[in-house]
């Protein structure tokens, strides 16, 4: 037990270690997150996300540190852990063999809720998410992102006061994404305390409360999107499209940081330099060094790029530890 009241039902984890050998998977990191917040968890392939999910829900033991939800101790309660967290993993739910809405209304039967009240919620999570049509399609039938959708239904349709959610909109097509994100923040305004585990940067910038960047284990910046960004402030995103073939071209004296992914390279100027910058690159594609290019205001995905050396698309699945 921890000092909280019992109504207070944050999270807390404080100087959580884990190692693998002498390999620190995650080196003391410590974060919370309030009742009805959505917080973002980001960060590279192998930066330790996936690792701190797992001790989270009572998967993996810390090496060092703690885990606590309001007064319970989630290290040395695993079980307490997997009945307070709801946990969406990156991996499909194993659904082939039930149809859409009883594999709904079974896992929140499952996880406590009355009969009555989850086939309700079902009903809506379904008519929420627009996937009707499917409600009695065997999850076998499927395509992925229906049973990306179905899954999130399964684990939100009883939340626990945790909900973990794993790049939740992995193969949903755009449209059902937006309403995929706008039950993720219903989620946070019915008092859960939301994981958004993500790279798409730019996606968790419009939903998130708050964001944690993880690398190699260690918190390396936590604040709102706002706040994150204000180092950047008074710079510009300079998106150059390089000739497929050719060498990421030299950069002039005014871009302070750039990146290149594929033939997609993107740098960082002053707002002062933007006509500097624009005349760059038309020079570029005059001398055929490129294709198009494009000027707007840095965003959150910026910030993590200086920060980490990666950007989004860079970003697989995470391989767990």
């Known amino acids: 037990m921890t000092n909280a009241t019992v109504n207070d039902w944050t999270f807390r984890a404080e100087g959580v270690t884990k190692k693998f050998g002498e390999f620190p998977a995650n080196d003391g990191i410590t974060l919370q997150v309030r009742p009805g917040e959505v917080y973002g968890l980001l960060g590279p392939n192998g930066a330790g ?6 001790q989270v829900i009572g998967l993996l033991k810390p090496t060092s540190g703690s885990l606590t939800l309001g007064s319970y101790d989630l290290v040395e309660d695993p079980d307490a852990a997997r009945q307070l967290c709801s946990y969406l993993p990156q991996a499909q739910m194993p659904i082939d063999s039930f149809k859409a809405h009883q594999v709904m209304a079974l896992t929140g039967m499952i996880r406590g809720g009355d009969p009555e009240t989850v086939r309700r919620r079902s009903g809506e999570m379904i008519e929420a998410l627009d996937i009707g049509e499917w409600r009695d399609t065997l999850g076998a039938k499927l395509s992925g992102g229906i049973k ?3 899954g999130f239904a399964m684990v939100t349709v009883w939340p626990g006061r945790v909900v973990i ?4 909109t992995n193969d949903v097509d755009p449209r059902r994404r937006r309403l995929l994100w706008e039950q993720i923040r219903r989620l946070g305004d019915g008092g859960a305390s939301v994981f958004l585990v993500t790279h798409n940067v730019l996606e968790a910038e ?17 604040g709102t999107p706002s706040s994150l960004k204000s180092q950047d402030r008074g710079r510009m995103r300079l998106q150059l499209m390089v000739v497929p073939g050719r060498a990421t071209p030299e950069m002039p004296a005014f871009v302070h940081d750039h990146t290149r992914v594929g033939n997609n390279v993107m740098a960082t100027i002053g707002e002062v330099d933007s006509a500097h910058a624009i005349g760059w690159a038309q020079e570029l594609m005059g001398l055929g060094e490129a294709e198009e290019y494009a000027l707007a205001a840095t965003t959150l995905e910026d910030v ?9 698309e860079e970003v697989g699945v995470e391989v767990p530890a």
């Open 49 to 54: 996300k996936t690792t701190l999910v797992k």
């Open 148 to 150: 990306r959708l179905v």
């Open 165 to 168: 959610l794993d790049e939740p």
């Open 206 to 222: 419009k939903s998130v409360d708050r964001l944690a960047i993880i690398s190699e284990g260690r918190l390396i910046a936590e």
């Open 304 to 312: 993590y790029i200086r920060m980490t050396g990666h950007t989004s």
